[in-house]
């Protein structure tokens, strides 16, 4: 079992809907990243967290220590936000390492 | 300007065969990685670099041999490539480790 859990996989929305995609961690953290992977393939990291929320844009990261969750909300969705985005943590006793979820594949729909 | 960028970004190459592929940062950063990403685009870290020196180094067969000759480049060569050895491989870098990570676009290996 993967100690980075994301739900859903897939998403299929409208453009204008709220999305929230959730990451769950079975493991103590120092950090944890929401990484966005476009259609062609290149990555960005949006947020890091060590606690609390932070916002960009239309983009909402939240985290919860206690309960080991994180979710990604999007605001006003529209189809340029359709992209793989991926949770990843730094497992406290790792160093730098990035574990990684299995991404969720976001499609905006006009 | 680019900040981290990787070549080639894509390689298609017979089983056997040896190959590099290179990466280069220019954002001052003094971590650099090396990541899989398989079929089903699940990322995984191989290698980990601080100031040239090896941090972290997975579970990676011998023939994966990174080579960072300055903290702004990290270079990745594999011997003998096999089947599985297809995949994308990401390069990336950020400050001290902990902080943003920046990716390369990624190269595209396929082996035949």
């Known amino acids: 079992k993967n100690e980075v859990e994301q739900s859903p996989q897939n998403l299929t929305a409208q453009e204008g809907e709220f999305i929230t995609i959730n990451c769950s961690y079975s493991v103590g953290i120092s950090a944890l990243h929401w990484l966005q992977q476009h259609p062609g393939g290149g990555i960005v990291s949006l947020f890091m967290l060590s606690s609390g929320k932070k916002k960009h844009g239309r983009l909402i990261a939240t985290i919860n220590i206690q309960e080991k969750h994180s979710s990604l909300h999007i605001t006003a969705s529209h189809p340029r936000d359709s992209a793989v985005y991926i949770c990843?943590?730094?497992?406290?006793?790792?160093?730098?390492?990035?574990?990684f979820g299995e991404g969720t594949q976001l499609t905006v729909n006009p | 300007d680019t900040a981290v960028s990787q070549t080639p970004k894509y390689l298609v190459t017979q089983m056997g065969n040896d190959k590099s592929i290179k990466c280069e940062q220019n954002?001052?950063?003094?971590?650099m990685y090396w990541y899989k990403q398989d079929s089903k685009k699940f990322l995984k870290i191989m290698f980990s670099y601080n100031n040239k020196e090896l941090i972290i180094n997975e579970t990676v067969p011998n023939r994966f041999s990174p080579k960072s000759p300055d903290k702004a480049h990290l270079n990745l060569h594999i011997n003998s490539l096999e089947l599985g050895d297809s995949a994308v491989y990401f390069c990336?870098?950020?400050?001290?480790?902990?902080?943003?990570?920046?990716f390369g676009s990624g190269t595209q290996l396929s082996v035949l």
């Open positions: 954002l001052g950063h003094d971590t």
């Open positions: 990336a870098s950020s400050l001290s480790g902990a902080g943003h990570p920046f």
């Open positions: 990843a943590v730094i497992i406290e006793t790792s160093g730098s390492r990035l574990t």
